[in-house]
Nanobody, 121 residues
């Protein structure tokens, strides 16, 4: 089937940088929009950024100017470059994507398992 696997999380000091990756694999026919979400302890999961297949991007206000979302369609991989990290960016980061597979041809939302990002002050 289809799998999304995140990597690149870790512990970083405030002001530092991290780069997250999300690799999609399996019987993929095509990938439409891709997204990064995050969930901090005791809070609801929130959308952080999105990128279309054509490369158009959208960000929530708290990360604008600090985070950059991108994708490599040939590799079925999405990235999130996070700069000037703040303690309030601490969360589990999840990738999600609308994918059409050779088994489920209709576009369906798939999620990764999440990667922890911790920013110390």
């Amino acid at each position: 089937q289809v799998q999304l696997v995140e990597s690149g999380g870790g512990l970083v000091q405030a002001g530092g940088s991290l780069r997250l990756s999300c690799a999609a694999s399996g019987s993929i026919f095509s990938i439409a929009d891709m997204h990064w979400y995050r969930q901090a302890p005791g809070k609801q999961r929130e959308l952080v950024a999105s990128v279309t297949r054509g490369g158009s991007t959208n960000y929530v206000d708290p990360v604008k100017g600090r985070f950059t979302i991108s994708r490599d369609n040939a590799k079925n991989t999405m990235y999130l470059q996070m700069n000037s990290l703040k303690p309030e960016d601490t969360a589990v980061y999840y990738c999600a994507a609308e994918i059409s597979s050779r088994i489920v041809t209709a576009l369906s939302r798939y999620w990764g398992q999440g990667t922890q990002v911790t920013v110390s002050s």
